[in-house]
Structures are given as structure tokens and as C-alpha cells.
């Protein structure tokens, strides 16, 4: 399995942005970029996702507006900006990788099989 290491995370108040970073070292093999959630109690769900192949990204309906998916091919490396954080935001952040296999859609966390071990954010009203 490919080894994804996610950055950025910590606490700050609501309002605030915050920036995570994931280094995917195969980044030309995987058809699907993605940010995954999980807080304590809750499913794993996915926030945003991008398309290598068109550049189109996918957004779960509460980060819309505030939450942006990116990535640098040169440093093979996925960005996720997060603007307006609250406090529903809080959540173990993970991104992941699907090169292959079963497809569950973009932010459906089934499908994807490269995962990084996740960085913590906080927001605090």
C-alpha cells in the first residue's frame, strides 16, 4: 500500500482557516484524490474529493463555500484549505488515494485503499 502522510492540523477558534497538506508519493496512479472526516462517535465521511483526470472536485454540502481541494503534481502533494471552520468541523482528517478497484463514488471512503494516518483538527467557539 502506498504510504500517505498528512500535515497541518491543529486547534483554533471558530472562524478561523486552517491548511492540510498529504503527500502521495504515487500520485500519477491514483485516478481519485480525497479528504476524509471522522469525529468521535461518527462514521468516517468524506469532504472533498478531486478528479486527476479532469480536475473536477466534489464537496460534501457542509464544507461547500468554505472548504477547498487542491493539489501541486510537483511535489505530489494534496492540499486541503479550510476557511470559516466551526466547531462541526472538528474531526480526525485523513486523505486517501483510489487507484483501482471497487468504486463506491467520491466521497464514499469504501472505495478508496491508500489512506494516510490522519491529522487532528480542533475548532473551539
Known amino acids: 500500500q502506498v504510504k500517505l502522510a498528512e500535515t497541518g492540523g491543529g486547534s483554533v477558534q471558530a472562524g478561523r482557516s486552517l491548511s492540510l497538506s498529504c503527500v502521495m508519493p504515487?500520485?500519477?496512479?491514483?485516478?481519485?484524490m480525497a479528504w476524509f472526516r471522522q469525529s468521535a462517535g461518527k462514521e468516517r465521511e468524506g469532504v472533498a474529493a478531486l478528479n486527476t483526470a479532469d480536475l473536477r472536485t466534489y464537496y460534501a454540502d457542509s464544507v461547500k463555500g468554505r472548504f477547498t481541494i487542491s493539489h501541486d503534481i510537483a511535489r505530489n502533494t494534496l492540499y486541503l484549505q479550510m476557511n470559516s471552520l466551526n466547531p462541526e468541523d472538528t474531526a480526525l482528517y485523513y486523505c486517501?488515494?483510489?487507484?483501482?478497484?471497487?468504486?463506491?463514488?467520491?466521497?464514499?471512503?469504501?472505495?478508496?485503499?491508500?489512506w494516510g494516518q490522519g491529522t487532528q483538527v480542533t475548532v473551539s467557539s
Open positions: 504515487e500520485y500519477e496512479h491514483s485516478t481519485y
Open positions: 486517501a488515494s483510489y487507484a483501482g478497484g471497487n468504486w463506491y463514488g467520491t466521497l464514499d471512503p469504501r472505495g478508496y485503499s491508500n
